[in-house]
């Protein structure tokens, strides 16, 4: 009998802990979802860890449109030459919002204020690094992780027309619903039935 009530006892504390752990997952994921949506610049500096998609072809092969790329944080020091990191860049230099571009280091340089500076480049053996800097405050961290392809689900979402489309099969299928299961008449009230009865049987 004592034996029973230890395994049971200790099944139960499993249950709990499993239980708090996947509660403690789901807690985190919307956590990362809420900070990522309304505050991004901070969920690499709260988690150690933020992903991107990419949007472009210039990493391709190595990354290509639609993928989801993991990011690390590290100290800009430890960054060398042929790494990949993602950063903030406003390229097309008009002051609009910063991007957040994924690039290999080309190379790496400090100032007279201890401050780094980093040359990047897209993929290719015989490419010009490109025309910005990037500053050490502008890093966001280093790749370390790719998700193929699940990046254009993400950018259908975001699309006008994705998320029209969505709405217009929502529709659709509620429709369908109601065609196949049509609202069932009301029955007549059992009183109006009497009522009926009585007045034929007095005739």
Request: charged share 20%.
């Amino acid at each position: 009998m004592k034996n029973f009530w230890k395994i049971n006892f200790k099944d139960i504390i499993l249950k709990t802990i499993s239980k708090g752990t996947t509660l403690s997952i789901i807690f985190t994921v919307l956590l990362y979802m809420a900070i990522n949506f309304f505050f991004p610049k901070l969920v690499i500096k709260i988690f150690g860890y933020q992903h991107f998609v990419i949007t472009s072809t210039s990493m391709h092969p190595v990354l290509q449109y639609g993928d989801i790329v993991i990011v690390k944080r590290t100290n800009v020091s430890k960054i060398q030459e042929g790494m990949i990191i993602s950063f903030y860049q406003d390229i097309r230099f008009d002051g609009s919002q910063k991007e957040v571009i994924t690039h290999y280091v080309h190379s790496k340089t400090i100032d007279a204020n201890n401050k780094y500076h980093f040359k990047t480049k897209r993929y290719g053996e015989k490419v010009n690094p490109d025309s910005w800097k990037v500053l050490e405050e502008e890093v966001i961290g280093i790749y370390c992780a790719r998700i193929p392809k699940l990046g254009k689900t993400i950018l259908f979402f975001r699309h006008p027309l994705g998320l029209r489309i969505i709405l217009i099969d929502i529709i659709i299928i509620y429709l369908i619903v109601l065609i196949l299961n049509p609202p069932k008449e009301e029955p007549q009230k059992q009183s109006n039935t009497k009522k009926l009865s009585f007045q034929s049987s007095s005739k």
